[in-house]
């Protein structure tokens, strides 16, 4: 009886009667002859012959993946990243020795033969036929470059791979067509540069460049003789001749070429015998893909720009289109990212907030009147330990961030104020502004229908101290964060107004929500929205009103040179310029004298506000000079963390404000980002003081709302206080705010404190 395989399946004289039936019915193909019925295979040659036809005539070769790479705006390199780490090189820059290598170990004939080699199909049938088993093959290097094209544009289908790689006549067949139109087509020299660009080498390296880097940290080019035959042994099968893992096997298996290389000629034996007494030498360069090995941490804005490709349609119609570019790789993406800004940004977040912190930090920085995203960083890392994530707290939840964003608390003001004027309130408008007050009882809607404040249980609110009593004009109330200011200007001006100024700023929650028509959100920034959405809609007033829609990519090349369209900034005109030049007069009254004093820069014009939301679970500074907007968050991503007596950056802080963590985050950031450049002026508008009482503090050094670290006004603020969510006499509030049930806004594996 003959003897099975060790896996079980065909006897040996069936497998050769197999390997026999595929070899004579191959001849049978090239030769053009119809054959009697293909005995134990149950084949009929013409039956087999048709099939054969049947099958399309060209070989699609699907472009080689290949790593991408990102560069910042002055062409240094960002990140690589790739579904596989190839990197296509000509046969002039492959060693010969590595070109001789493969071709004696893999195909010793393949310079004689044609598609297919019928000498090694006889020699591979006995030889089978003797052992009992299948211990020889005879595909040649055309036929298993053939296989390669199969199984790259499988992709990382495992379904597809397995059909490629399967076992079957049928396979085998099409393979044969396919090799003999590769063999008339490309010739010797373009298939062989072709498989040693293709072949899988292990240790996630495809093609001959990434395996030379990989193993021996060298081009392709520059291979020895004992380093190619190294190479050339592992295609066979890069587990078990893996050098890393199992160097013994390895140079066994090196050895084994060496010898074969000797036997067809290609060296010497005293070569081959010199060879195999060098010890397996590596200097292994472990793989660095993907957005974790992103410079200057940069991480998050790297894994911005993958989320882009993959969502514009600008990159294909549909979502597996543009899985299919980037995936395919090869491209070089430059992007806008600034290095001296993202250097200048990441330096000032390890300054002040640790990675160990129980609350994190989020920056992004915005160029007006372009959209050009100049920075992007975060205090938790890019990654997947402790304390890491891959939640970038930046941006909205389609492109990777957190599931709502991030409630504002006052920084929204601003968006109200610019509202105010746009419709013809002037910038000296005043209200009473009392310490405490109930909600209007109604708030005109986009929809005619009027909001109603609940009269059985009101909805209330006070300012942060009772020093805070109006009369207050704009400049004052602005300055000093006036929460009972803001309400009356909305209750006077109606919601649609501040609807519609924020849909023209692209102002959207986190989510991608439109916001909602409560007074809660569209006066003291009860809902959540992304440092990225703030720092661009900020960056229309720096730009007099013109709002540009954000940007992270440049340019992207094909590895060929040519270019792919990218995306456009869109910018549009949101308010006029007498608008913006009024909200960024006020502005600068923040920082010069008001809740913003600790952020502002010395140097030149600049302007923003603080904001510091509901039991101080988050404290933002959003600010600008006319050529750099710049938006800080500060809090727990889960918004858990009550920001009162806790340690930020090795600094004990009793309360949290917007303008004490933040704000010095924001003015670090923007320093080192704008040195060595100049900015511009604002153009100004006159705005009286507007009647300050006597009585009343100079505006910015009296107890403030609570976006001020420091009180010396009547009363302490009280702990929790926030102007986000005011409290509702009536023990409910009577409009949703924002809450955040226990795993809704991840942390991405970080295991930090929450």
Known sequence: MAKKRSGGGLTGTQQAAKFLGVSVLAGAVLAGIALPAAGALGLAAKGTVEGFDEIPANLKTPPLSQRTTILDNKGGTIAQVYSRDRTVVPLADISPYMQKAIVAIEDGRFYEHGAIDLKGVLRAMNKNATSGGVAQGASTLTQQYVKNVFVEEAGDDPDKVAEATQQTIGRKVKELKYAIQVEEELGKKKILENYLNITFFGQQAYGIEAAAKRYFSKSAKDLTLDESAMLAGIVQSPSRYDPVNDAQEAKKRRNTVLQRMADVKDISQAEADKAKEVPIKLSVSKPKNGCITAVDGAGFFCDYVREVFLSDPVFGKTKEERAKLWNQGGLTVQTTLDPQSQKATQASIKEHVYQKDSVATAVTLVQPGSGKILAMGQSKPYGFGDNETQINFSVNRQMGGSNFGFPVGSTFKPFLAAAAIEGGKPPTQQYPSPYEMDYPASVQTCSGKPWVNDPKNPAHLENENESESGP?????????????????????????????????????????????????????????????????????????????????????????????????????????????????????????????????????????????????????????????????????????????????????????????????????????ALQGQDSPPFVRVDIPDGGQKASDPVAGTAGTNNDKSKNKGKHKPKPGGGDNKPPNRGGQPPFPGISFPPGVIGGGGGGWPQ
Do not use: H
Not at 553 to 560: A, R
Not at 573 to 581: L, N, V
């Open 472 to 672: 207050y004009a704009l400049r004052d109330a602005m300055a000093k964060s006036v929460n009972t200011y803001f309400v009356q200007m909305l209750g006077d001006i109606g919601m649609c107004p501040v609807s519609q100024m924020t849909d023209r700023l692209n102002v959207r929650q986190g989510n991608g929500d439109k916001l909602p028509m409560l007074p809660s959100a569209l006066t003291l920034g009860s809902t959540g929205i992304s440092p990225l959405t703030m720092a661009s809609a900020y960056a229309a007033f720096a730009n007099r009103g013109t709002y540009c829609s954000p940007i992270a990519i440049e340019s992207i090349k094909k590895p060929d040179g040519s270019s792919v369209p990218v995306p456009k900034t869109s910018c549009s005109q949101a308010m006029s310029q007498t608008t913006a030049d009024s909200i960024n007069t006020l502005l600068r009254g923040v920082i010069d004298s008001g809740t913003g004093a600790e952020a502002g820069l010395k140097d030149r014009d600049n302007a923003g506000k603080t904001g510091t939301t509901d039991a101080r679970k988050n404290a933002w500074f959003v600010g600008y000079t006319s050529n750099l907007s710049a938006a800080v968050w500060v809090g727990s991503p889960s918004q858990r963390v009550e920001m009162n007596n806790i340690t930020i950056g090795g600094q004990f802080q009793e309360q949290v404000y917007g303008g004490q963590v933040p704000g010095p985050i924001w003015r670090d950031a923007m320093t080192g």
